[in-house]
């Protein structure tokens, strides 16, 4: 299955990345690619909580410093971390709406 899925570094995880739509597979295939992803989506709060925990540690140095200049830096990587977790959860979420597409077609 991993011709169906590249890594992204930046997220952490594997996303889709088919060269068709996913209904231009046989069912099998659908069920397979399915079945991969999901197992992917398992792992994505996981990946959210050890990027939350990359926050909380940020945060702690940020209130502790003093430095102008590295304030600025931490918060740029809070803010990029941030922006990781949102993207985390727009895909988690995105697969609700294809497997209920699925399960009503």
């Not at 990027?51 to 990587?77: G, M, R």
């Not at 809070?78 to 979420?93: E, V």
């Not at 697969?95 to 009503?104: L, R």
Request: aromatic fraction near 10%; charge should be negative; include cysteine.
């Amino acid at each position: 299955m991993e011709q169906f899925f590249s890594y992204d570094s930046r997220l952490g995880i594997p996303i889709p990345d088919m060269e068709k739509s996913l209904d231009k597979y046989s069912p099998e295939i659908q069920e397979k690619i399915l079945f991969s992803w999901e197992q992917i989506r398992g792992s994505i709060p996981d990946r959210i909580k050890e990027l939350e925990h990359s926050i909380n540690e940020k945060q702690a140095a940020l209130s502790n410093e003093s430095n102008f200049e590295k304030s600025c830096e931490l918060n740029t990587e809070i803010a990029g971390l941030a922006s990781i977790i949102n993207d985390l959860w727009l895909w988690y979420r995105a697969t609700d709406a294809v497997v209920e597409e699925k399960m009503h077609t």
